[in-house]
């Protein structure tokens, strides 16, 4: 089959130069006819890898002798992966396409094929128990003629990119230097399986220097790829042709790296851990390895399980394995104390996860009384709430009671309210835990109550006394934008006052509840009423129970005054709800007077707001004092 | 490290030879390669593939005894345990370690100290009886486990071509 083809390839390029000679009768011409002929040079090309080819079986027969089947399988299989690769960087250096480029990458290609067959051969030393001296000298001439090309060419490169600048001889370059640490590596080998062949007990260090000859081999490849990588991007583009080959490499390079390491484990374990067999052992053991079937005459390792194996042999299992081969007794200490580490990282786990119910079931306990901690003081407030409704109308300590109050203010103001309804005698200690809550419920409900209570008030006629657009509508609708505002200012009062209250009550433990009392009765009062006249009736009330015996007294002709100003008739009453309750009254007879009058009544108004309010700060200044 | 494997091989080649097993011949295919061995396997007596001598090859690699050969029937076989290409598939011939599948114990599979001739043993007796629960073949693990007279012939059939005679 080749020799068919080579004979027809022949037979081509013999009719193409007679042709061309017949044409043009002279040498010269001829060779002009044939190099502008693009058919004549495609069939001198092939004939030029034909012989190409040829030259390689030539070099082939004499150097390695009959390739076996599994060289040539992986020769072609190489072979097409590099050709591939071969094209990949034509297509980097399609500026530098020519005869010559093309020529260089088929040297390139010929000298790899060399290469891994080599690689191949020295290899296939270790299997075959037959070698003979024309084996031992076709092998060293081999490596030593790829090597001493690899090296001119590579130098010849390197002159080449000093001269000329990067061109493609950089790809050149490279390629040479990856196949010298080649060359390098199978030199090597074949020195370590020679040195070996020529002694027949077996080389225990062998191994260790084929593992690091194996190491340092593939850093140095590493180390080159990257190089190339980071050169060629920076002066051309990435080299898309070198990233199979260095993947490949970086692979082979991590795996002899943790070769490396897991011997030097096994080495370490094996010296300190295991004792060396005793003669007698040997003797009582059948004194053969089971590893490799040979008899153990020295350098025997006895493992804890009481088996005997070779040092080296017992070394390379350890490679792999961590464990007896003939028992697979898991032996290796380092292991051993990791396993028993794990059990008792899950028994600290199982222990923080047992701790987690004792705090909550501490924490449960002192729902009685004691003091909870940090952490479950939502559990004990839901067991104290429990408490508290359970207990229903029963007093509660102050703790308790603010968080009751604080969980459920709004919910209380309704019955607060009904309790007002009771008779008074009663409701007094009924008030007494439930004015506490609203004192922040009271907060919430602010804005909307007034806009109903506003719109249901007004009767029609109001209406259309504020619609019209003559003198006396807009003197309606100045008057209620005035009531508005003197609403919004007796707010702002109270709000200063709630806040003074409220920093009372973090200072002190006993007046917190008594002032909360004051404000709880204040706010409640507060909601049914819209004047600003009531507001500061509620003012000057709220004072009164936190007011000394002695403050009392000036506060009673206070409320006189302002009751005879109004001109209601009210009872004196002690009591201050009854006093509320009267108070209320003479706020809607003040609404149908503001009806019937004019501006005489507005300030009459403004006049008693002004006194009010001076009379309320002398009152906050007390209240301050105290 | 291929220089104790071959030497672990030519022992084992040389223990053959001497005290062969009943039904087995095995050894490398040629004295320049002992990495690569054939074996001939009868078929155990009393079973469908009784009768027929089953031609396999083993191929070792170069770290052997610590890693397991690669074994493979050159004939047809239908077993389930063999795939269709005839690559053999059976615990002992499998890496040490843990199996990734959870079928097969860590005991099981393979160990420096088993052996060619362990190794042939275990495959005669696996052709004995079948383990349809992995099945190499599920085609063959079916037909084993359901419809068993089928497969004895389909054996049958197999031994006779194994022996070059008509069907």
Same mark, same amino acid.
């Not at chain 1, 051309?236 to 042709?241: I, K, R």
């Not at chain 2, 079928?103 to 005991?107: F, K, M, N, P």
């Given at each position: 089959m080749q020799l068919l083809l080579s004979s027809v390839c022949m037979a081509l390029t013999s009719a193409v130069i007679g042709f061309a000679y017949y044409q043009k009768q002279q040498f010269y011409p001829a060779v002009v006819y044939i190099t502008k002929s693009n058919a004549s040079m495609g069939v001198i090309y092939i004939q030029f890898f034909v012989i190409v080819f040829m030259f390689g079986k030539l070099l082939s027969k004499i150097f390695l002798g009959t390739l076996r089947a599994a060289e040539f399988e992986h020769l072609l299989e190489r072979f097409w992966y590099a050709l591939t690769e071969t094209c990949l960087a034509f297509t980097v250096f399609r500026d530098d396409f020519n005869p010559r480029f093309v020529a260089l990458f088929t040297v390139l290609l010929f000298l790899k094929s060399f290469h891994w067959l080599a690689e191949e051969r020295v290899d296939f030393m270790e299997r075959s128990p037959v070698l003979g001296w024309l084996f031992h000298i076709r092998v060293g001439s081999l490596l030593t003629v790829l090597g001493i090309l690899d090296y001119v060419l590579l130098i010849h490169a390197y002159n080449s990119t000093l001269v000329r600048g990067p061109t493609v001889q950089l790809v050149f370059g490279f390629e040479y230097a990856i196949l010298l640490t080649v060359i390098a590596s199978t030199a090597i080998k074949y020195v370590l399986h020679a040195a070996e062949m020529r002694t027949d007990t077996p080389w225990e260090n062998k191994a260790v220097f084929l593992l690091y000859t194996e190491l340092v081999i593939g850093l140095i490849k590493v180390v080159l790829y990257i190089l190339f990588v980071v050169i060629m991007a920076k002066i051309?583009?990435? *080299?898309? @042709?070198v990233f199979r080959p260095m993947f490949f490499t970086i692979r082979n390079f991590r795996k002899a790296l943790n070769d490396v390491i897991m011997s030097r484990r096994a080495i370490r374990n094996m010296n300190t851990l295991y004792p060396d067999a005793t003669p007698e052992e040997l003797r009582q053991s059948d004194n053969i390895c089971i590893i490799c079937r040979e008899d153990m005459v020295n350098h025997s390792k006895k493992l804890p399980c009481g088996h005997i194996f070779h040092t080296t042999c017992l070394r390379s299992w350890f490679q792999r394995q961590q464990t007896c081969p003939t028992c697979r007794l898991n032996i290796l200490r380092t292991p051993t104390v990791n396993s028993t580490a794990m059990p008792r990282q899950g028994d600290e786990a199982v222990a923080a996860a047992a701790g987690n119910p004792i705090p909550a079931a501490a924490g449960v306990q002192p729902a009685g009384g004691v003091p909870p901690p940090a952490p479950t003081a939502v559990v004990d407030g839901n067991q104290a709430r429990a408490d508290v409704n359970v207990a229903g109308g029963q007093a509660l300590p102050p703790n308790f009671a603010d968080l009751f109050g604080d969980a459920s203010g709004l919910p209380n103001g309704l019955p607060n309210l009904a309790g007002l309804q009771i008779p008074p005698p009663p409701v007094m200690p009924m008030i007494s835990p439930f004015m506490? *809550?609203?004192? @922040?419920?009271?907060?919430?409900?602010?804005? *909307?109550? *007034?806009i109903p209570q506003d719109l249901t008030n007004f009767t029609d006629e109001e209406l259309r006394a504020m619609e019209g657009l003559q003198r006396d509508h807009i003197v309606q609708r100045l008057k209620l934008l005035q009531n508005i505002n003197l609403m919004l200012d007796s707010a702002g009062i109270m709000m200063s006052q709630y806040q003074s209250l409220s920093a009372r009550l973090q200072l002190t433990a006993v007046t917190p509840a008594t002032a909360v009392n004051g404000s709880a009765d204040s706010s409640v009062y507060d909601m049914p009423s819209t004047s600003a006249t009531a507001m500061a009736q509620l003012e000057t009330h709220q004072v009164t129970p936190t007011a000394a015996a002695s403050s009392a007294s000036p506060t009673m002709p206070a409320e006189k005054v302002t009751i005879e100003d109004l001109g209601a008739d009210a009872d004196e009453d002690d009591i201050p709800s009854t006093a509320t309750e009267a108070v209320s009254i003479p706020n809607s007879d003040a609404d149908f007077e503001e009806n019937s009058s004019e501006l005489g009544e507005l300030r009459k108004r403004r006049l008693k707001f002004l006194e009010e309010r001076n009379k309320s700060a002398a009152t906050n200044e007390r209240t301050t004092a105290e | 490290m291929a220089g104790s494997a071959l030497r672990r091989l030519m022992a084992e080649y040389k223990q053959l030879t001497l005290d062969p097993p009943e039904g087995i011949v095995a050894g490398p295919i040629s004295e320049d390669n002992f990495f690569e061995w054939e074996a001939l396997i009868a078929g155990p007596e009393g079973t469908c593939f009784e009768g027929g001598v089953f031609p396999a090859r083993l191929i070792f690699p170069t770290d052997y005894p610590l890693s397991p050969p690669k074994m493979k029937f050159t004939c047809d076989m239908f077993h389930p345990?063999?795939? +269709?290409?005839?690559r053999v598939c059976i615990s002992i011939l499998h890496a040490p370690g843990d199996d990734p599948m959870g079928?097969?114990?860590? +005991?099981e599979r393979w160990s420096p100290v088993q052996s060619v001739e362990k190794i042939l043993l275990s495959v005669v007796s696996m052709l004995a009886e079948p383990n349809d629960e992995s099945g190499a073949n599920v085609d063959a693990a079916i037909m084993w486990r359901e419809q068993r007279d089928e497969f004895n012939a389909i054996a049958r059939r197999l031994v006779r071509k194994t022996l070059g005679l008509p069907a």
């Open positions: 051309y583009a990435l *080299p898309m @042709f506490i *809550p609203p004192h @922040f419920g009271y907060l919430t409900p602010l804005p *909307p109550p *007034p | 345990n063999i795939f +269709a290409d005839g079928y097969e114990l860590s +005991a």
